[in-house]
Structure formats: C-alpha cells, structure tokens
C-alpha cells in the first residue's frame, strides 16, 4: 500500500519559512520523480517545484529563488523549503511520487498572514 504522508504546515506570518516533509512508503522511492503541487480555493492544482530521481530540479517561476525541493533517498522523503514567504502562497500543499504510476499525499496547509 502506497502512503504520501505530508507535514510541515501550518500559520506563518509574510516573510517567514516553514518546511514541508513528505514521508514515503510501499513505493521504491529512489525510481521516482517527486514533486510539490499547490491548491488554493477556486483555483486549480499546480506544480510548484519536482526533483527527478537524479536530483535535478524545477520551480515555478512563482516560487524561484524562494522555495527549495531536496530529497532523501534513505529516508524516502522529500522536502520542500519555503522562505520569504508570501500571502499569495496560501493553499493545500500536496507531495506527488511518479514512475509508471502517480500518487498523491493528503495534503497540508500553508496559511500565509499578510
């Protein structure tokens, strides 16, 4: 059975960091593309940041130079840092692992206060 398990979120002032963590099992995590996607109420699911199973990353160009994604193969974990953050960044955070199949975590809340 595969499980996302997300954590890390939470209420934080415009500015401030916080870091997701989103532990892996029932899936061979080193073989799997991961990634962080984000969804705000009205608005659609989008890609925030992927790491690939080499370590190469990618952003959206909203969160560049901000947000940090890593991985630990080890642990099969995957993070997400976010600074400076902003009140725009507000949504449910989801951790996605990808090989042949797609899977996704519950989700965890980042609230922003401006």
């Known amino acids: 059975q595969v499980q996302l398990v997300e954590s890390g979120g939470g209420l934080v002032q415009a500015g401030g960091s916080l870091r997701l963590s989103c532990a892996a099992s029932?899936?061979?995590?080193?073989?799997?593309?991961m990634g962080w996607y984000r969804q705000a109420p009205g608005k659609q699911r989008e890609l925030v940041a992927a790491i690939t199973t080499g370590g190469s990353t990618d952003y959206a160009d909203s969160v560049k130079g901000r947000f940090t994604i890593s991985r630990d193969n080890a642990k099969k974990t995957v993070y997400l840092q976010m600074n400076s953050l902003k009140p725009e960044d507000t949504a449910v955070y989801y951790c996605?692992?990808?090989?042949?199949?797609?899977?996704w975590g519950q989700g965890t809340q980042v609230t922003v206060s401006s």
């Open positions: 029932g899936i061979i995590f080193s073989v799997n593309a």
């Open positions: 996605n692992a990808r090989d042949i199949f797609s899977y």
